[in-house]
């Protein structure tokens, strides 16, 4: 009953009203992204992370691929960090590559746990900011509740999302508001995540 009930509450919480919905923000389409990630540990301590993300707008046609790669270290029980580099494929708007040099890092407390990624990527035009800040609620039965923010220069986007993780998979369903863009627009997105 309680796995039910915390799927409920999470559904209710993606309905609330934001605000800038009901002034007149723009429908930006569903994205839908797509990640996989393998981990290799090296020690007790420091780990080899590898990720491929695919990012995909279907109603506009937007297609980003990225590639992660950087060891990550536990800096104690509760906290970790990892630098890793990157590849962006189709980042820029003529669709041109770029590479990537990132920071992140997680803390867990209990039954929240924090995250942040900060990435530069460089490409012929110089560079952008793309920043990543999460937090989430465990629920019983492998789901979860959250609040994410995006962050493309000075364009930010936020909003609450839902996670169930089964074994290996996670899937979360999100809706995410942005503030930098007149009109603002708002967005669903669909993650599937796969553990190597």
Do not use: C
């Amino acid at each position: 009953m309680m796995k039910y009930s915390s799927l409920v509450v999470a559904a209710l919480l993606l309905t609330l009203p934001i605000p800038s919905r009901a002034q007149g923000a723009e429908y930006a389409g569903t994205q839908v992204m797509t990640v996989l990630g393998n981990t290799l540990d090296m020690s007790e301590a420091v780990s080899l992370n590898l990720s491929a993300v695919d990012f995909w707008i279907p109603s506009d046609g937007t297609r980003i691929v990225f590639a992660y790669l950087g060891p990550s270290w536990n800096v104690t029980e509760y906290f970790w960090l990892s630098p890793q580099i990157g590849y962006a494929g189709g980042w820029t708007v003529d669709g041109a590559d770029a590479f990537i040099l990132a920071l992140s890092g997680g803390a867990s407390l209990g039954p929240v746990d924090f995250y942040t990624g900060a990435n530069w990527i460089g490409n012929s035009a110089g560079g952008d900011y793309f920043g990543v800040y999460r937090a989430r609620y465990g629920l019983p039965s492998h789901a979860h509740l959250g609040l994410q923010a995006e962050q493309v220069n000075r364009v930010t986007m936020f909003g609450p999302h839902v996670s169930l993780t089964k074994d290996k998979w996670t899937g979360e369903f999100g809706y995410y508001v942005d503030v930098g863009h007149s009109p603002n627009r708002h967005a669903f997105r669909i993650t599937n995540t796969v553990s190597l």
